[in-house]
């Protein structure tokens, strides 16, 4: 059963006579009216006031009703138990003293009767004296089981005109799952865009349904979508991390909440440079089949899109309303610190860790950073992310992989390389390094007309210098902050 309505109900157990009720989904709030009508007053009685057709009363119109205080009158006078629904009069109420008043003496009146007031609107706006007789809910959006029975309507009529269904149980679930965070209306929309015109139905089509969830997303200017283009087979060593990942990747489905799970919250990574903390934020995303979003903390300190605080603010709200899906903050320290002075940047933090501790929904943070000892205590302490790892400069064995993920990429033939001597003579060297090795040897081959071949990059291993050697005081610095700190992402040691 869906949460709001049960507050709605306990709201009327109790003998509250009004309920603001925020939603932007007129139709589907009715529908739960209509059921709740019945079940309290035991006949179904619904008067609806809206601007443009004024009152009416079990969908036939009352002449003459629309002006809000005519409506609010019929409602007071009259003598039978009923639902009294109006939508879009609390943007009225902002300039009028007599609605209010109207209003006030509705809450009187019906105190002890069967009548009850629900004000409908898709902001929260009440007068604030009007704030103690009224309670304000927050309508859900649709919940698993109601989106589930959307997408089971739709498979259903697909079936009965002829169009293969081919998903199993656990894509179907997948297909629930990548609507959430929507409307009833927009999921049933985003359902029809991927649907229409297919001759069969397959797991593919829900690309379409992510590309729905980032229209939404583009309106608000410091989140990106981005597509899910890597996997793991990109991603070279990190075991523990990818481990960690791997027994995660049901973790916001029905069944990980039945099984007693409480859904995952984030991770932070921190560590060496280049060394694929970006990287496995994107990887989480493509791994566990959900959209992923990235903040830009530039962008919201910039000040472009608004007050920063505001805009943060409103930006997490954004990613409610998407979840489920992964929000990647990179070098988290730059825009979540307690070491920048000004105001705005300790009011970011403090809502960011009241929104980690408070938020319901599912909504995986990935968090990167560099320069940790720049994050404050409070954002690490235990219970906030639900793990923080340490990606150190890659292994031995991490260099094959990653020496034989990049050359593969780029179509080198694996038999002409060592690699088992590449990755002994990169020591110290990062992903992101032999990555850029293997790209400028490229560029020399390419120059000449020919292939890669070892030589060329054995050439230049030699002429430059990683940049873990000019640093190494620092690197010794990260390890021995991340030691009691962090989880390595890595079990192998043998650099
Ligand atoms: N373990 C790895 N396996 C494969 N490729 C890697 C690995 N680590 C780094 N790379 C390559 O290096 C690139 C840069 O890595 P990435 O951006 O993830 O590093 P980072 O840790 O976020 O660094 P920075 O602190 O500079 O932001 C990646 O896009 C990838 O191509
Ligand atoms: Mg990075």
């Not at 021995?480 to 992402?489: D, F, K, L, Q, T």
């Amino acid at each position: 059963m869906n949460q709001s309505i049960n507050q709605i109900k306990d709201s009327l157990l109790a003998g509250q006579p009004i309920v603001q009720i925020v939603s932007f989904e007129e139709k589907r709030i009715e529908g739960f009216l209509k059921k709740l009508c019945q079940q309290t007053l035991k006949t179904l009685n619904i008067y609806t006031w809206e601007s443009h057709n004024g009152l009416s009363r079990n969908d036939s119109m009352i002449p003459d009703s629309k002006e809000p205080a005519v409506a609010l009158d019929i409602a007071l006078a009259a003598n039978e138990a009923a639902f009294f629904v109006f939508k879009d009069l609390n943007s009225r109420l902002r300039h009028s003293p007599g609605l209010i008043r109207k209003i006030r003496e509705c809450y009187l009146h019906f105190k002890n009767s069967k009548k009850f007031l629900f004000l409908l609107s898709p902001d929260d706006y009440l007068p604030t004296t009007l704030k103690k007789e009224i309670d304000i809910i927050n309508f859900e959006l649709p919940d698993y089981e109601e989106l589930e029975n959307l997408c089971a309507k739709f498979l259903e009529s697909m079936e009965k005109a002829g169009i293969q269904v081919q998903l199993s149980g656990e894509e179907k679930r997948n297909f629930v799952t990548a609507v959430q965070g929507l409307t009833l209306d927009e999921a049933y929309k985003a359902y029809m865009k991927s649907f229409q015109g297919q001759q069969r139905i397959h797991i593919g089509l829900i690309e379409k349904i992510h590309l729905e969830k980032k229209q939404l997303i583009l309106k608000e200017n410091v989140l990106e979508f981005l597509s899910p283009a890597l996997t793991l087979a990109d991603m070279g060593g990190l075991d523990k991390l990818k481990d960690w990942l791997m027994k995660r990747k049901k973790a916001f489905s029905k069944e990980a909440r039945e099984f007693g799970l409480d859904k995952p919250k984030g991770i932070l990574t921190m560590g060496v440079t280049g060394c694929g903390k970006s990287l496995a934020s994107k990887i989480i995303a493509t791994l566990w089949n959900l959209p992923l979003f990235r903040m830009d903390m530039n962008l919201v300190y910039s000040g472009i899109a608004g007050a920063p605080e505001e805009v943060f603010a409103r930006s997490l709200k954004t990613m409610d309303s998407v979840a489920p899906a992964v929000l990647w903050i990179d070098e988290i320290e730059s825009g979540i610190s307690d070491k920048q002075t000004d105001g705005s940047s300790s009011r970011i933090l403090g809502y960011f860790l009241t929104w980690m501790q408070e938020h319901t929904s599912e909504i995986f943070i990935a968090a990167t950073a560099n320069r940790i000892d720049l994050l404050p205590a409070e954002l690490l302490r235990r219970g906030r992310f639900d793990q923080i790892f340490f990606i150190d400069l890659p292994t031995r064995k991490e260099r094959e992989e990653i020496f034989t993920i990049h050359l593969t990429k780029r179509d080198n033939d694996l038999s002409q390389y060592n690699i088992p001597q590449l990755a002994q003579i990169t020591k110290n060297w990062s992903g992101s390094e032999i990555e850029q090795v293997i790209i400028s040897g490229m560029y020399e081959a390419f120059a000449e007309n020919r292939k890669l071949n070892e030589d060329d990059l054995f050439v230049i291993f030699g002429n430059s210098v990683p940049l873990a050697t000019t640093m190494e005081e620092q690197i010794k610095k990260v390890r021995s902050w991340a030691h009691n700190r962090a989880v390595r992402a890595s079990t192998d040691k043998e650099y």
